[in-house]
Protein backbone atom coordinates (compact mmCIF):
# COMPACT_ATOMS: atom_id res chain seq x y z
CA UNK A 1 0.00 0.00 0.00
CA UNK A 2 1.19 3.20 -1.28
CA UNK A 3 2.31 5.51 1.40
CA UNK A 4 0.02 8.56 2.14
CA UNK A 5 1.49 12.75 2.25
CA UNK A 6 -1.08 14.08 3.68
CA UNK A 7 -0.68 15.82 7.30
CA UNK A 8 -2.32 13.67 10.27
CA UNK A 9 -2.67 16.31 12.53
CA UNK A 10 -5.57 18.89 12.29
CA UNK A 11 -4.88 21.95 10.14
CA UNK A 12 -5.19 24.51 13.26
CA UNK A 13 -2.93 23.28 15.19
CA UNK A 14 0.35 23.24 13.55
CA UNK A 15 1.04 26.48 13.44
CA UNK A 16 0.04 27.28 16.89
CA UNK A 17 3.38 27.00 19.11
CA UNK A 18 2.95 24.23 22.27
CA UNK A 19 2.60 26.78 25.83
CA UNK A 20 5.00 25.71 28.55
CA UNK A 21 5.22 26.59 32.08
CA UNK A 22 8.04 28.88 32.75
CA UNK A 23 10.66 27.25 35.25
CA UNK A 24 10.36 28.56 39.00
CA UNK A 25 13.43 28.41 40.36
CA UNK A 26 11.55 28.35 43.89
CA UNK A 27 9.38 25.28 43.02
CA UNK A 28 12.11 23.43 41.36
CA UNK A 29 14.57 23.92 44.79
CA UNK A 30 12.07 24.23 47.20
CA UNK A 31 10.98 20.73 46.85
CA UNK A 32 14.39 19.36 47.91
CA UNK A 33 15.34 18.91 51.46
CA UNK A 34 18.71 19.22 53.12
CA UNK A 35 19.66 17.75 56.83
CA UNK A 36 20.52 19.97 59.49
CA UNK A 37 22.35 18.62 62.58
CA UNK A 38 21.19 20.13 65.81
CA UNK A 39 21.52 18.88 69.70
CA UNK A 40 18.34 17.24 69.42
CA UNK A 41 19.43 15.25 66.37
CA UNK A 42 19.29 14.98 62.33
CA UNK A 43 16.76 16.72 60.75
CA UNK A 44 15.29 16.56 57.00
CA UNK A 45 14.13 20.40 56.10
CA UNK A 46 12.61 21.73 52.75
CA UNK A 47 11.36 24.52 52.22
CA UNK A 48 7.88 25.71 50.86
CA UNK A 49 7.46 28.91 48.85
CA UNK A 50 4.71 31.50 49.00
CA UNK A 51 3.09 30.07 45.47
CA UNK A 52 3.36 26.28 46.99
CA UNK A 53 2.00 27.10 50.52
CA UNK A 54 -1.59 26.57 49.40
CA UNK A 55 -2.85 25.00 53.14
CA UNK A 56 -3.14 26.19 56.54
CA UNK A 57 -0.30 24.71 59.63
CA UNK A 58 0.00 24.74 62.91
CA UNK A 59 3.83 25.27 63.50
CA UNK A 60 4.57 23.81 66.56
CA UNK A 61 7.41 26.17 68.04
CA UNK A 62 4.87 29.07 68.85
CA UNK A 63 1.64 27.19 68.20
CA UNK A 64 0.11 30.02 65.50
CA UNK A 65 -0.89 29.36 62.13
CA UNK A 66 1.02 29.21 58.87
CA UNK A 67 -1.32 30.35 56.41
CA UNK A 68 -1.94 29.89 53.19
CA UNK A 69 0.72 31.94 50.62
CA UNK A 70 3.34 31.97 53.73
CA UNK A 71 6.51 30.65 52.69
CA UNK A 72 7.98 28.02 55.80
CA UNK A 73 9.89 24.64 56.55
CA UNK A 74 8.66 21.31 56.55
CA UNK A 75 10.77 19.28 58.77
CA UNK A 76 10.73 15.82 59.63
CA UNK A 77 13.37 13.53 62.13
CA UNK A 78 16.21 12.58 59.67
CA UNK A 79 17.29 9.65 62.27
CA UNK A 80 13.91 8.40 63.10
CA UNK A 81 14.06 5.10 64.94
CA UNK A 82 10.78 3.84 63.56
CA UNK A 83 11.88 4.55 59.61
CA UNK A 84 11.73 7.03 56.99
CA UNK A 85 8.50 6.78 56.13
CA UNK A 86 6.64 7.10 59.72
CA UNK A 87 9.23 10.04 60.17
CA UNK A 88 7.63 11.96 56.95
CA UNK A 89 4.07 10.83 58.03
CA UNK A 90 4.75 12.84 61.14
CA UNK A 91 6.76 16.12 59.50
CA UNK A 92 5.36 19.68 60.84
CA UNK A 93 5.69 22.79 59.03
CA UNK A 94 7.51 25.49 61.04
CA UNK A 95 7.79 29.30 60.64
CA UNK A 96 11.11 29.80 59.18
CA UNK A 97 12.12 32.20 62.02
CA UNK A 98 10.36 29.49 64.46
CA UNK A 99 12.53 26.67 63.31
CA UNK A 100 15.64 28.67 63.11
CA UNK A 101 15.26 30.30 66.89
CA UNK A 102 13.78 26.59 68.68
CA UNK A 103 15.78 25.63 71.81
CA UNK A 104 16.07 22.14 72.12
CA UNK A 105 18.43 21.67 75.47
CA UNK A 106 15.08 21.09 77.18
CA UNK A 107 13.95 17.82 74.20
Known sequence: MPRSNR???PR???S???????????RVLGGMARVESAGDGEWMVRSVSA????KEYSCPGCGRAVPPGNPHLVVWR??????????IA??????TACWRGRSFQNR
Do not use: K, S, T, V
Open 7 to 9: PRR
Open 12 to 14: GRA
Open 16 to 26: QPAEHEALDAD
Open 51 to 54: AAAR
Open 78 to 87: EDWIFGEADA
Open 90 to 95: ARRHWH
